[in-house]
C-alpha cells in the first residue's frame, strides 16, 4: 500500500472473512433480504415550538414523546445549529479522513487518545459481524490532540457545544412528559466532558452487497444525535422488520439509547439500527425509532457525524419510577463493561437484555 494512500486495507487484512462469500449462498440471501427494504420517513418534530406559547410548547413536547416511544428515532429542524456550522464541520471532516492510512492508524502522530481511531471489525468471525467503515472518536475532553488541524476543533467545538444544550433539552422535555417531578437528573449526571463524538466514514465498497457499513446494534448512551449528509444509508428495525431512513436536508437525528429505555422502564425505546452496503440506490424506506443500520454504496461515500449524550461511569442507572422497574440497576460504567466483554466473546453486543430482573 502506498504511504500516501488514505484508505484502509479492508481486503488485505479481513482476507479470511471475505475469501469463501461468493460460495456462501446463505449468507448471500441473507443480505439480500436484509438489503431490500422499503424507505420511509422519521417522524419531524419543528423545536421551535419549545420556546412559543404553552399551546404550542405542549404539542411539541407530545410529538418528542410519541415519536420516542413509538419509533425510538426522529428527526428535529430549528434546531439551533446553523448550516454554516455543518458545513464547515463537514468539510473538515473530510480532510481529516484524507489523510494518509498510516498517520492516522498511528495515535501519536495526532496526539490521539488511545484507540481513538478505528476501521474495520477486529472481533468479527464472520461477515454479519463486519463494519466497512472507518471513525474517529472524540472524547470531547481531548480535541487538542489534533493541533496539526487548527481549523478542525473551531466547527467541531462549536457544533459539541450547541448540540449538547439540544441534547439537554430534550431529554429534560422527555423526562417532563413522564410526569417527573425533577428533571435535574441529566443535568447533575450528564456534563460535556462525559459526552463523546464520532465522526463516521463509511468508503467505497466494491463488495458492497455483501458486508454490512455497521452492524445492527443500539447505542450505549441517553440519546444520541445524528448528522448526516444526503446520501443517506441508515436503516432501523421496526415491527420486526428493517427500513431505510430517507434523509431530510438541515435536520438532525435523534434516537433513544440504552440507558434512557432503562431509566424510564421501558417508555422510550432504544432501537436497533444498522447501515448496509448495497450496490444500488437504496432509498426506499420509513425512518422508525427502532433497530438501525447503514449501508454503503459502492459509487459515493457516506459520513455522519454522532454526538453521545452520556453520563459519568459512576452515574446509576436505575428506573425513575417507584413502580417496580424491568431491569437491573447498574452503572454506566458496568454496562460499557459487559458490552466491551460481550464484544469480545461474542462478536456481537447483548445489552439490555443482560440486565432484565
Known sequence: MELEDSEPPFLKTYKALFGDMVEEERTKRVHENMFSVDEYELPLVDLSGLSLGNFDREDCKKAIADAASRWGFFQVVNHGISTDILARMKLEQVKLFKQPFYKKANENVFNLAKNCYSWGSPTATSLMQFSWSEAFHFPLTNMKGLREFTSFSSPIEEYARLVFDLAQNISETLAEHLGCKSTTFFVENCKPSSCYL?????????????????VPHTDSDFLTILYQDHIGGLQLMRDGEWISVKPTPDALIINIGDLFQAWCNGVYKSIEHRVVTNPEAWCNGVYKSIEHRVVTNPEVERLSVAYFFCPSYDTLIKSYSEKHSIYKEFTFEEYRQQVQEDVKHTGSKIGLRRFLR
Not at 466494491?206 to 455497521?214: E, L, N, Q
Request: charged share 20%.
Open 198 to 214: 464520532r465522526m463516521n466514514r463509511y468508503p467505497q465498497c466494491p463488495i458492497s452487497s455483501k458486508v454490512f457499513g455497521f
